[in-house]
């Protein structure tokens, strides 16, 4: 399992995040996807210094070499002795994008799942690449996914028959991130028990 950050570094709730993952039996790695602008970020979410901290990073942020950045990183996850060799992407909020634009632009990939993807509305034009099996799950009240963003992201995926779309009434954003300020037990809990069957399944 590649597991892909938020603005917020690689971080508390990330390497929770690992962890648990690590119990349901995966290999579970977290990249530094701002190695190149500031390595070693790690973030408070409930701090608003490193909040702006993290969102000045989000957006000076290369996507295009981030996508490069996860493919080796797949690659490398792949070759280590305790791995099948088979490799998932799991990502939240802009790891989700992430995840989102790697398995558009990278076959190397086995399942991918995405948690609340910004921005993910401006590439469904690249919808088409996504050959591996996709989970999404997003935040119906999702103050930075408008609900005519999540129209178009489902509407762009509703013809595939390797994407699933699931949708959380009166969640916000980040629902299921540890110790955040819109955490909610029994949503997050749905989530990733659809999550973990999902990743079973598709990585057994």
């Given at each position: 399992m590649v597991v892909l950050q938020e603005l917020f570094g690689v971080n508390t709730d990330i390497r929770a995040t690992c962890d648990e993952l690590a119990t349901q039996g995966f290999v579970a790695v977290a990249p530094d996807l701002f190695w190149r602008q500031e390595p070693g970020v790690?973030?408070?979410?409930?701090?608003?210094?490193?909040?702006?901290?993290?969102?000045?990073?989000?957006?000076?942020?290369?996507?295009?070499?981030?996508?490069?950045?996860?493919r080796d990183t797949i690659d490398a996850a792949g070759k280590l002795s305790d791995c099948t060799g088979k490799v998932a992407v799991l990502g939240y909020c802009l790891g989700a994008l992430m995840a989102f634009l790697t398995a558009a632009r990278h076959g190397g990939v086995d399942a991918v799942v995405a948690y609340h993807g910004g921005d993910t509305e401006k590439y469904l034009d690249e919808t088409g690449g996504i050959r591996a099996p996709l989970l999404m799950h997003l935040a119906e009240e999702d103050e930075y996914i408008s609900k005519p963003a999540q129209a178009e992201i489902k509407a762009a995926l509703a013809s595939k028959p390797n994407a699933t779309v699931y949708s959380y009434p009166g969640q916000n954003h980040a629902f299921s991130r540890h110790n955040g300020r819109h955490y909610n037990a029994a949503a997050a809990a749905l989530a990733h028990n659809r999550t973990y069957e999902f990743l079973h399944q598709k990585l057994q």
């Open positions: 790690d973030l408070s979410v409930t701090s608003d210094t490193d909040w702006q901290h993290g969102l000045r990073l989000y957006q000076a942020y290369d996507r295009d070499a981030g996508v490069g950045d996860i």
